[in-house]
């Protein structure tokens, strides 16, 4: 799972289908499959703000879905993008949609375990953050109030 997750795209390939999103749009029509590939591109590319205009590109997909099978794959690339993004709680959503859909998928499944031991970490994380700080800003306090006594 982490390989799909943590994928940057090519940045020429991200160039190719932007053009093909592109030209289809000049036209007046994007195909569904294009949009897709290039939301897809957009999710793995190194910049948020191109995440998240994949991520809409995706629910707008979702909103016209025909099939139970198209839903099923937008609702996991969407989860993916908002993993990609570190908004593990909508991406948790997603992958609840998708068991909805597919009670026993196992890529939801994967994905949603992927997700969790992420929100642990980061958790983990931030409290050490969280704990460091409160230690310096101890430490400053102390030495401050040593200074003054001292005076």
């Given at each position: 799972?982490?390989?799909?997750?943590?994928?940057?795209?090519?940045?020429?390939?991200?160039?190719?289908?932007?053009?093909?999103?592109?030209?289809q749009?000049?036209?007046g029509h994007i195909s569904e499959k294009t949009q897709f590939d290039y939301?897809?591109?957009?999710?793995?590319?190194?910049y948020v703000s191109d995440m998240h205009k994949g991520i809409a590109l995706l629910e707008d997909l979702m909103r016209?879905?025909?099939?139970?099978?198209?839903?099923?794959?937008?609702l996991?690339?969407?989860?993916?993008?908002?993993?990609?993004?570190?908004?593990?709680?909508?991406?948790?959503?997603?992958?609840e949609a998708i068991r909805k859909i597919e009670p026993n998928n196992r890529q939801a499944q994967q994905l949603d375990g992927?997700?969790?031991?992420?929100?642990?970490?980061d958790g983990l994380l931030g409290m050490a953050i969280v704990g460091g700080?409160?230690?310096?800003?101890g430490g400053l306090v102390g030495a401050t109030i040593a200074a003054v006594k001292k005076k």
């Open positions: 799972m982490e390989t799909i997750v943590e994928e940057n795209i090519d940045p020429n390939d991200l160039k190719k289908f932007e053009g093909l999103y592109n030209e749009a000049r036209r939301a897809w591109c957009l999710i793995r590319s190194r016209i879905a025909k099939d139970d099978l198209s839903q099923r794959d937008y996991f690339y969407i989860a993916v993008g908002f993993v990609r993004i570190k908004e593990y709680e909508r991406a948790l959503k997603y992958t992927y997700i969790k031991a992420k929100m642990k970490k700080a409160v230690l310096a800003l």
